[in-house]
């Protein structure tokens, strides 16, 4: 207990430990869980395709693969920073983070291109690698529009922070769509982006008794987004675009 003002009496409350732990270490524990679930989702294809391949893919893909792991062990950093406390260490790095992130979208975008067109010229997959360009093209604008507002809101803590978590959960779609059809079929694989994303909705509800706006504008935004490139996906106005795209 303690006193406020003479004749009155407020009981504080604790939050129970497991809250405790979930407010400090929940950033860094996510920023671990993606490093493991991008780990673990690539290493079933990655050294068919990539190490072991029949034909060699353009090396763009290595770079890409690099520049995006990079991304992944850099959240982890910062949010490692944030946890000890090194807050002017997190400032800095962050404007390497700033490129970093300027190469993801740019790599991202240039990687899917050059690897849908080696896939349909190359490997003749069909039209399949000309239609499924939408899916790379919208994870690249939702990592993008969620770290340009991380950067333009860096000053306002609780947005930033879970604009970083968005983009990153962002770019675990890839992995995700590596799981067999039976675990995840069609699109269904964006469930397990939304899945991460809501899991800082959950924090939040617990640690702070509410949603952060962030989560209540972004999420449902987020699969908005996923449910129209599953629609348009299949039309003749996107493969027409796409092959304008592409080619």
């Avoid at 520049?67 to 949010?79: E, H, K």
């Avoid at 800082?200 to 996923?226: M, S």
Wanted: glycine content about 6%; hydrophobic content about 55%; charged content about 15%.
């Amino acid at each position: 207990m303690a006193t406020v003002s003479p004749g009155r009496l407020v009981h504080r409350t604790h939050p129970a430990p497991f809250v405790r732990m979930l407010d400090k270490y929940f950033y860094l524990g996510m920023s671990l869980l993606i490093l493991v679930l991008v780990t673990a989702m690539f290493s079933t294809t990655v050294p068919a395709r990539l190490f072991h391949p029949k034909i060699a893919p353009p090396y763009i893909v290595w770079l890409h693969g690099a520049v995006f792991d990079g991304w992944v062990l850099f959240f982890i950093l910062q949010s490692g920073l944030v946890k000890i406390r090194k807050t002017r260490w997190h400032r800095t790095i962050g404007w390497f983070g700033l490129a970093l992130g300027i190469a993801v979208v740019g790599l991202g975008v240039s990687t899917t291109i050059v690897m849908h067109r080696f896939e349909f010229l190359t490997l003749h997959q069909g039209q399949d690698a000309i239609t499924s360009i939408s899916i790379p093209l919208w994870d690249m604008t939702s990592f993008a529009v969620a770290f340009s507002l991380a950067i333009l809101w860096r000053k306002k803590l609780e947005y930033h922070r879970r604009l970083i978590l968005i983009a990153s959960c962002a770019l675990t779609a890839a992995a995700w769509g590596r799981l067999p059809a039976s675990v995840l079929p069609g699109f269904w694989f964006y469930a397990g982006v939304d899945l991460l994303i809501m899991m800082g909705a959950a924090r939040d509800l617990l640690v702070n008794r509410k949603i952060h706006r962030v989560y209540l504008i972004a999420l449902p935004l987020l699969i908005a987004g996923q449910f129209v490139i599953s629609q348009i996906t299949v039309t003749e106005s996107w493969k027409r675009l796409a092959h304008f795209i592409l080619f």
